[in-house]
RNA sequence: GCCCUGGUAGUAUAGCUCGGUCUAGUAUAGACGGCUGUCGCCCGUCCGACCCGGGUUCAAAUCCCGGCCAGGGCGCCA
């Protein structure tokens, strides 16, 4: 036994049948006296990185050898921090109503224009992989009233930062009979709520990231496009009425509203087709997006109800409404006004965890450059 | 898609500006040994690297070109 011990390296997993006994020589305060052990499972050396975290390895090597990265103390910290703000979000949401579906990832054409698609072949049709689960949620509403939705969606975007990835994780909801301002409370009493569970759950996880946040207190600030505008001008930045807010632009933003804010009242036409302009003054919408600093964490809006404005804004949009006429169809069946919002999960989980990189925050992640392990 | 930066042992870095004692330094990991009832304690010895291809030169880790890979920024988007 005294060689196989002597033979024992980092990594092995073993198991081993002994005597528990306390004693004050080891960090744990126990130790096990051992009759037996037994090799389970041995690892080749060297390993591609160091698990004990002493000479700390790039994201990239990290990531080629992620599930020894996971052994990090450090790094199991993160997604401990995930599974409570999940399980948080969904007592949250199942406690006011809201019931949890799921909606197709295989889907037969783009849901909402704007951001790219990956195709996939699927038997004797092209297809694609969902987007979002916009239009999907938004029929569900009318037999559940409220839904929510977290999932996997996928983007064929060439971006390449540290908050984008092909394939993220989406927290959505959609409510019938509510515009953005009851969302908007519902989203900013569930970041109250998400950050309190982590805060609370997490003490030690947040210890071992050297990590401190404060559980925000709500209403958050909001404010409207225009108003975003004449700061920016404030500082320098000229905005074009109309244009979306440029990332150097939001990074200013950040430095001026250093935690969670929103902006509401956007124009129309910087936002998707679906979302409502409003009654007095079309040009600007009922869209808003939950900003964390410079980052866009979610974004929703009251939706549109009425199938006739839905045609026009698609056509307006450059989309054809044939493709979408299976969605438009389920508004002639007596469609509730509705709305409901997104967020962006892994986002949440840098806010939470302080990590800079949305990589440090996925298991497997994959971006433009990266489809492996 | 455009732009910037970088690629030196398993990992992380020094060296590159001003080419030559660089037979490439250091830390950590690994092997072996010592020490301590243990240790992601300490000490010692050892192992191990200039991304690929071409060019300039008497001489290239160092300069130039191309490729590949990586990181970041922008646009787009969550």
New binding site residues.
């Given amino acids: 036994m005294i060689e196989k011990a002597?033979?024992l390296?980092?990594q092995f997993s073993i198991g081993v049948k002994g005597t528990v006994?306390r004693?004050?020589?080891?960090?744990r305060g126990i130790?096990i006296?051992p009759s037996e052990i037994r090799i389970l499972g041995i690892a080749q050396?060297?390993?591609?990185?160091?698990?004990?975290?002493?000479?700390?390895?790039?994201?990239?090597?990290?990531?080629?050898?992620r599930v020894l990265d996971l052994?990090?103390?450090e790094c199991g910290a993160v997604f401990r921090i995930e599974h409570v703000a999940l399980e948080a979000t969904r007592a949250f949401l199942s406690e006011r109503g809201f019931v949890e579906v799921h909606t197709p990832r295989i889907i037969a054409s783009a849901t909402?224009g704007?951001?790219?698609l990956f195709p996939v072949t699927y038997f004797e049709h092209d297809a694609f992989l969902a987007?979002?689960p916009q239009l999907y949620k938004e029929q569900l509403i009318m037999s559940f009233e409220k839904v929510f939705e977290i999932g996997s969606f996928f983007?064929a975007?060439?971006?390449?930062?540290?908050?984008?990835?092909?394939?993220?994780i989406?927290v959505d909801i959609e409510e019938a009979f509510a515009a953005a301002p009851d969302v908007m409370k519902v989203l900013e009493k569930l970041v109250r709520y998400v950050c309190g569970a982590v805060k609370k759950g997490c003490q030690r996880e947040l210890e071992i990231l050297k990590y401190r946040f404060d559980v925000p207190r709500t209403p958050f600030k909001r404010f409207t496009y225009d108003e975003i505008l004449k700061e920016l001008d404030g500082e320098g930045v000229d905005v074009p009425w109309g244009?979306?807010?440029?990332?150097?632009?939001?990074?200013t933003l950040g430095k001026i509203h250093p935690y969670f804010y929103f902006i509401t009242d956007w124009p129309t036409k910087?936002?998707?087709f679906y979302i409502n302009p409003q009654d007095e003054n079309p040009k600007v919408c009922e869209g808003f997006?939950l900003m964390w600093q410079w980052?866009?964490?979610?974004?929703g809006g009251t939706r549109i109800h009425s199938k006739d404005l839905l045609i026009k804004r698609l056509t307006e949009h450059g989309l054809h409404p044939e493709s979408f006429k299976f969605h438009l169809k389920v508004f002639d069946y007596g469609m509730p006004p509705h709305a409901g919002w997104?967020?962006?999960l892994?986002?949440l989980i840098m806010m939470l965890t302080g990590k800079?990189?949305?990589?440090e925050v996925v298991l497997f992640p994959r971006?433009?450059?990266?489809l492996t392990p």
Avoid: C, W
């Fill in positions: 002597d033979s390296q980092t006994r004693t004050e020589k080891t960090p130790e006296v050396h060297p390993l591609p990185l160091d698990v004990t975290g002493r000479t700390p390895a790039e994201i990239d090597t990290r990531l080629n050898a052994r990090r103390d909402e704007g951001a790219a987007q979002s983007r975007e060439e971006s390449h930062t540290r908050r984008h990835l092909s394939e993220f989406s244009e979306d807010i440029p990332t150097p632009a939001f990074r910087s936002k998707a997006d980052v866009e964490l979610a974004s997104a967020i962006g892994e986002r800079k990189n949305i990589r971006d433009r450059y990266r």
